[in-house]
C-alpha cells in the first residue's frame, strides 16, 4: 500500500499532511452543485476509508463539499492549492 501521508497541504489552514487519494474527481471549470454531485458519485463507489480528491475551480466548493460531507458522513480532511485549482480531500464514510 503507498504512503498515506505523503501529500502536503493545509487541512483548512490547520497544518499537517494530507493523504495520498484513492482516486480523483476533476470539476475544473464546473460550478455549484455539480462538483457535490460528481464527488457524491465517486464516493458511491469507493470502499469505506479510500480517500478521494476533487480537483476544483469553483470557490463555493470550499464551502459546499464540507457541507455534504458533514451531512453524509463523509470526513472531510482539507483542501490546498495547486495554482488556480482547489484539491479537496474526502475520506469515505465507513459502513
Known sequence: ??????????????????????????????LCPLPVLRARKRLIAMRPGEVLCIRATDAMA???LPHFCAQTGHEYLGRRAEGAVMLHFIRAARA
Not at 489552514?13 to 464546473?30: F, K, R, V, Y
Request: proline share 9%; net charge negative.
Open 62 to 64: 470550499a464551502v459546499d
Open 1 to 30: 500500500m503507498a504512503d498515506r501521508d505523503d501529500i502536503s497541504g493545509d487541512r483548512d489552514g490547520g497544518g499537517g499532511p494530507l493523504p495520498t487519494p484513492d482516486g480523483i474527481s476533476d470539476c475544473e471549470g464546473l
